[in-house]
């Protein structure tokens, strides 16, 4: 496909965008072929922070791996650590008490708001509107403090263990959610009289960066983008885990394919997420947060198993192979943003650079999870 | 005092020392007053380490870009590249010559004022040019052609509106402009519905066009930093880079003092007395937070947004404003006598 | 045509309530904290790097060298020896070595231990010039803290 097809005077440039860009956020390098402002081709090149987390796995023991999961997808490290732990759980006959399960819920589901709006603000900031980055961010320390009082850390959580989790939470946790949630709904109608209703922003994404349900299949592009494309498909109600089946939420879908719809159905998913943690404070129930039977050296029987999650981007999936020992053989991790982020070769071609960027922003790509 | 004002050479290098104090003075402290503004806008609190309230960061931030050394990149056109940042700044401070700050304060009353601000700052977009196409740096030729086509298109619109003002007026003069708009604040021209029943949208008009021309948020397509890095400016160090800043700050106030002339009333009393400099800055400093605070709010537009605004809203309005300020003026002069 | 004018009224509104939001939050109090002046204090399951734990009344470390911790490490960054006193039973910690620029705080050590002997210190501000800095001796800063 490097043949420039809409310039039939092959006067193109070459622009490398990164690997340090402010639009990139990380060490991703797009090489564009442009044509003055449209851009012809466009290839990511990824690799710059490559750590090989999955032949770390293979080196480790399986609960050795945790922290691991936590430094995949920085922005919503809860939903790699429920991935990792419920498919081991699975492969080795571990029960979780139904308290354990409520808790990671609501502290997966406090997690993926903060990664919303971590991503409000940034794509907001691409557009170049400064100031709500910081209204985004004034909310999600809310978060990162609530989540901090229990895992013990803001950012890379390491909180869920093979049974369980790590902590209980406490009276004061509890509390603090039900006022934060309180405070962001107060403050969801400001993010959208700022910056949703707003002409300029309507003007920037409505109608532009066109990804169709097809393009989604093709490329094998998950979460928002995929539900930004008309298609219903969440984990959480397709193949419900955990305790999601008990709780009442709804799935935002919006059909109308570009950059605005990928908006909306975060914006919405905010609002559902606050639903949920709701429902599943007013559920919690009673007893222990950790299995009693769950065995210290996790060695689960010779298989090959699979499981997966809705992380805040997408379809988190995590293959383990084991042999019986301590170590697994072998470990896949399928990050959806890998797999949103190849569509936009495809999909960027032919677009403005300013457009195309609003349409990187709206894929919410986090690059150590695309590298991993 | 007024003595010496007299004697022309003097009074020439007085006036030369005094504006170009006041745009670099402009310039590092409303630095300092963006960065405030932003602050709150944004619950922060902003400078404040250095000095009381950070009052003298933009010393400090000015002795930084002075002591830093020119750096002249590889490849880049030598002379363009030293150029660009002084016909940024040379213009806007030249059209300071013309504005009146006071009713004697100004460093030339001359007949064609307003004409003179116009075609220096069209000088201005040179600058960019030249800078953006001398670095030889692929994001800053972008940003040099987005700002080069976004100063064409709105220039008209501006122009447009300021003939249609001149209609009324009678002259170009900025003095007697203000002059005219003597007495209490409903004898500004944006409130003179008897001139022309959409002066308010002539003055709306006016600023966006006036943010537009000086690449100020949300049309700061020139250097969007999250698109072309810097624009213009990427390859820029130093006081290379510090003079740009300075030139479009200074053109902010060029642009706010025009806008407080022409339809504010300049250095009038909103109230009929005590009319002074003072109220031309206190004008002036309100309009240029406006600008901030502006920017503080807004998202970006892209190029095209940006063209479709000025050729399928703004210029068809101001056209509408011209063809309606004719014709009140005709109406009024038959109906009243002339 | 009265699209185009539904939209340039709905348009400027917006950019207008935009403005009002922005003027509304500039005057609503400061958030942040001036972190070098004022700073919060840690909460109470705050990860930082470990530590030993001293016995309440001798002060000497409750560890006795099982080095469970070692093997739960996922970075091989603690090693411990101990030596068995003449005459004494169990063995006595001589030197606990936590290589902190590989640890990534993931708590497996604290958890596998089985005697509670270390924890989780509330120590954030760690900033050194080398990398030897981050190499920490625990039982000398156990002793320093004793003292």
Known sequence: MNEPDCNPNQETFV??????????????????????EYIVHAEPVLGYIHRMHEKMGENRTWAQFLPNTARLDYLGALSYNHGYVQVVERAAGIEVPERAEYIRVITVELNRIASHLLWYGAFVLDLGGFTPLLYAFDDREHVLDLLESVTGARLTFCYFRFGGVYNDIDEPFITGTRAFIKRLRSRLPDYHNLVTKNIIMIKRLKEVGPISAEMCRRYGATGPVLRGSG?????????????????????????????????????????????????????????????EKAPKIIKPPVGDYYGAVEAARGTFGIRVVSDGTNTPYRMKLRSPTFSNLSLFGEASRGMLLADALALMGSLDLVIPEIDR | MMELLEMEPLRLLIFLGGLIAFAALNAAYLVWLERKVAAHIQCRIGPKEVGPFGLLQPLVDGIKLMSKQLLVPNGVD???????????????????????????????????????????????VLGLLLGGWGSGNKYAVISAARAVSQNVAYEIPMLITVISLVMVTHTMNLNEIVKQQEG????????????????????????????????????????????????????????????????????????????TVLFLGGWQSPFGIGSGWWWFLLKVYALIFCVMWVRWTYPRTTLWGLLNLSWKVLIPISLFNLLLTGATIKVVSYLFGA | MSGYFCELYSGTKSLFVGLGITFRYMLKPVVTLQYPHESLPMSARFRGHIELIGDEETGAPKCVVCGMCQKGCPSNCISLAGEKPEGGKGKVLTSYILDFTKCSLCGQCVESCKFGAIRFSKDYNLAGPRKEAYIFDLLKRLEEKGR
């Open chain 2, 184 to 259: 209490m604040f409903w004898n500004w021209y944006i409130f003179r519905l008897t001139a022309s029943p959409l002066m308010p949208v002539a003055f709306l008009i006016f600023f966006i066009c006036s943010l537009a021309e000086t690449n100020r948020a949300p049309f700061d397509l020139g250097e969007a930093e999250s698109e072309l890095i810097a624009g213009y400016h990427t390859e820029y160090s130093g006081m290379g880079f510090g003079v740009f800043f300075m030139g479009e700050y200074a053109n902010m106030v060029i642009g706010a003092s025009l806008a």
């Open chain 1, 15 to 36: 622009i490398n965008l990164g690997p340090q860009h402010p639009a990139t956020h990380g060490v991703l390098r797009v090489k564009l072929t442009m044509d003055g």
């Open chain 1, 231 to 291: 298609v219903c498909y969440d984990v959480r109600k397709n193949e419900p885990y955990s305790v999601y089946p008990e709780l009442d939420f709804d799935i935002p879908v919006y059909s109308e394919c570009d950059s605005m719809a990928r908006y909306m159905v975060r914006m919405d998913e905010i609002d559902q997420c606050l639903r949920i943690i709701e429902q599943a404070l007013d559920k919690l129930p009673d007893g222990p947060v950790m299995a």
């Open chain 2, 78 to 124: 030598p002379y363009l590249f030293k150029v660009a940042p002084l016909l940024v700044l040379v213009p806007a401070v030249m059209s300071f010559v013309v504005i009146p700050f006071g009713e004697n304060l100004a460093a030339r009353n001359i007949d064609l004022g307003l004409l003179m601000i116009f075609a220096f700052a069209s000088v201005n």
